[in-house]
Nanobody
């Protein structure tokens, strides 16, 4: 019903920036949340940032002040602007979409690697 496609991952030096995009297609309607999570091998997938259909945002403590999440005017694309990147930010980043009490949808993930 909902498909998510991430883009923008890559390799960047510590202190640099990357901009991730997530394009949602399908049944995009109602009250919903879109967000970014990240995961490294053997670790639990963790929330990075999320934004509601009403524009409310929240961030993991580890990225506050460095990352910014936003939506486009059509509410079908979510952007994660990542600045002042650290090596600890290296992970596969996944986009997600969920309506209230609805199915949680995931993208395929995009690799972000931050080098020293």
């Amino acid at each position: 019903q909902v498909q998510l496609v991430e883009s923008g991952g890559g390799v960047v030096q510590a202190g640099g920036s990357l901009r991730l995009s997530c394009a949602a297609s399908g049944s995009i309607f109602g009250i919903n949340v879109m967000g970014w999570y990240r995961q490294t091998p053997g670790k639990q997938r963790e929330l990075v940032a999320r934004i509601t259909s009403g524009g409310s945002t929240n961030y993991a403590d580890s990225v506050k002040g460095r990352f910014t999440i936003s939506r486009d005017n059509g509410k079908n694309t979510v952007i994660l602007q990542m600045n002042s990147l650290k090596t600890e930010d290296t992970a596969v980043y996944y986009c997600n979409f969920q309506r209230t009490l609805g199915t949680l949808y995931w993208g395929q993930g995009t690799q972000v690697t931050v080098s020293s």
